[in-house]
Each structure stands twice: as structure tokens, then as C-alpha cells.
């Protein structure tokens, strides 16, 4: 299904920007879907070399037209009633004083339901103000402010902001949650909240780390859980995530996730910490790693967009936000670009005890996309 050939970019895009956007021994969260999302209506506007190197980022295998349109059914699967909130919206801005192609327009209204804001760039703080509302009411006020400046010059701010919140469908009592050592990547150990639960999981031990499925309550169809889930890859090593992420490509992922899907519930402990982690990322250099060149140099071809089109894009922001607690998770993120105008051994564990650095995935169960992706390094940092 084409369908399926978008998630799959999706996900492809998702372990490589980790890659490419990842500090060492820092926490990490971000969310792919939104800047694959954002990107897309970039790649709708872009022509000739630019609108190349956008699709071998995105890992795009569908012309312009059949693309946007399978995006748009995509984007109502993802907002389906999965028994979670997930929500995304979309923001084209423009200077009032630029005028856009109607096909352009179209793509952005009919494919990615995206608002269309006309507003006066050369009122910096006003313009900002109104986008940074509309990043906080999209994310129930997680992320207040994305943009903080915008050039005179500037024609073009597109926004993406995604919000999700999951209630466990096994929740973990807080009598339960208790201060317990957290190993950190240098060997250092501090005492962070551990929540414990003892319950039925899917769970695998695979090449020197262990897999735990945690899935958020679902919506029941046809006897099947269709839900969101996080997805926790634990090495057996304290620094086991420099060689976990080594090896991890976007085939190895998905075949974890297909064989952890396969496999039927275990009793497992569970011990997992509470953490919250909040992030701003530039990805102008991320992308450009990743062979986006074209799209932020003056030789960039965004004719598409404008008959007087953008000459390049200034700046690609994402902010991020998630809380992992005993009632379950809320997570938000936000992608903003600025064009400048004119995620077997069947051996039972004693326990899945997350004490120290692991990786984890927040999928969509029915269509297997990566909606976020992160690291806990230090859960208190």
C-alpha cells in the first residue's frame, strides 16, 4: 500500500535524524512525524535539485500528487480513536505582502489541513506572539514559545505542532514507586523515582538488550487492541546505548517490533523511572548531515511556492516535551521552518529493570510508525 511506503520513509527518516541529531550522554525526545510532516509541505513547494534531495531525506518513492493525497488519509489514520489523545496541526504563515501559488495553497489546505495565517513580519514581537498562542493551545500549554524572532525578510514560517497523552493500560501505583539507584553512562549512581509493577507484557531479549512493549489503554476493534504503545530497548551494559545505537537501522527496528508483536504476554517486574524531558533543537545542520543541502543556500529552487519564491530555508526548529509517570504519558512537539522570502531468547527475566541508559519508542500499533523517539540518559537532567 503507498500507505505503507510513507510509513516506512517515516520511520527510515526517524532512526537517522536520531543519529543525526543525538549529544552524546544527554537525554534526548523528539518527535519524527512532526518534522516529516513539516518537511512534506516544504517538498510539496520545492523543485528541480532541492525538491531531490528532500525526497532521498524523506525516503519519498511517490510522485508529488499521489504523495500528498496518501498523506492526507495517512494524517486521519494517525488521529484515529486509538483510546489516547493524539492530535496534529499544521500553520502556514506568510507575509501579508507575499503571495503564494493557489496550488500551493491548496496542497496545504486539503492535504494537511493547515491553517493559512497572512501577517505583518515586520511586527516581529506581535507575529511571534500569535504563533507562539497557537503552539501553546495545540500542545494544552506544554510548549509556550517556539519562535522568538523572525527577520523583516523572512516570507514564510511553517509550524507543526503534535500532542499526545496516554493513560497506561497497566497502571502503576504509586505506593509502588520507590528511590532506587539509576546507573548513569559514566558509572555515577544517583536515586531517581522507580515505578514498579508486576503484570503481563510482551517482552523479548534480543543481541545483548531486552524489549518491553508498554501499550497506553486502546480502543477495541473486532476483538483487536488497536492502541499506542511505548516501546523501552534496554542494553544489558550501563553503556550499552553507544552500542545499541551503533547497530540500529530502520530494518533491525522493524523487525524487533514484528517479532515483539508475535510473541504472547509474559509475567514480567517491571521497573521503570519517572522522568520528564524537555528540548529545543536547530536541525538546519542534522539535515544538512542527513544531504538536504540545496534547501538552505540561495541556490534553492522553492518555486512552487511563490512565482517570487523564498530563496532559502533560515531555520528549522523543534521543540519537544514528555512526562512518564504511574498514570501514563503526555508528550508534545512542535517544528517550525523559516524560509527567508524572494524502535528469540524466550528465557523468563526476573525482571525489565530500566536503572540504567535505554532508548524508547512511542508507535502506532496498527500502522507501526514511530511517533516519537528518545533517550533517557539521566531521568533528574
Known sequence: MEEDQIIKGNNEFSIEIFQAMKTPEDNAFFSPLSIYTLLSMVFAGAGSITEKQIKSTLHITLDQNRYHTTFKKLLSIFQRNTGSELSMANLLCVHENYKLLERY????????????????????????????????????????????TIKKEDGLVLVNAIYFKGTWDKEFKERDTEDKDFTLISGEKIKIPMMFQKDRFRWLNEDGFQIIEMPYKGARISGTLDHISMVVFLPEKVDGTIE??????????????????????????????????????????????????????????????????????????????????????????????????????????????????????????????????????????
Open 244 to 381: 545499541l545505537e551503533r547497530i540500529l537501522t530502520c530494518d533491525k527496528v522493524n523487525s524487533y517490533i514484528n517479532k515483539l508483536y508475535k510473541v504472547w504476554e509474559r509475567e514480567i517486574k517491571v521497573l521503570i523511572p519517572k522522568f520528564k524531558i524537555e528540548r529545543k533543537y536547530e536541525l538546519l545542520k542534522a539535515l544538512y548531515d542527513l544531504g538536504m543541502t540545496s534547501a538552505f543556500s540561495d541556490g534553492a529552487d522553492f518555486s512552487r511556492i511563490a512565482e517570487d519564491p523564498p530563496r532559502h530555508i533560515s531555520q528549522i526548529i523543534h521543540k519537544t516535551f514528555i512526562e512518564v509517570n504511574e498514570q501514563g504519558t503526555e508528550a508534545a512537539a512542535v517544528t517550525a521552518v523559516v524560509m527567508l522570502g524572494a524502535a528469540m531468547n524466550m528465557t523468563q527475566p526476573e525482571e525489565f529493570r530500566a536503572d540504567h541508559p535505554f532508548i524508547f519508542l512511542l508507535i502506532d500499533s496498527y500502522t507501526k510508525a514511530i511517533l516519537f523517539m528518545g533517550r533517557v540518559m539521566n531521568p533528574k537532567s
Open 105 to 148: 495553497l491548496w496542497i496545504v489546505e486539503d492535504n494537511y489541513s493547515g491553517g493559512i495565517w497572512n501577517l505583518n513580519f515586520n511586527a516581529i514581537t506581535e507575529t511571534c506572539s500569535k504563533i507562539n498562542k497557537w503552539v501553546a493551545d495545540q500542545t494544552q500549554g506544554k510548549i509556550t514559545d517556539v519562535i522568538h
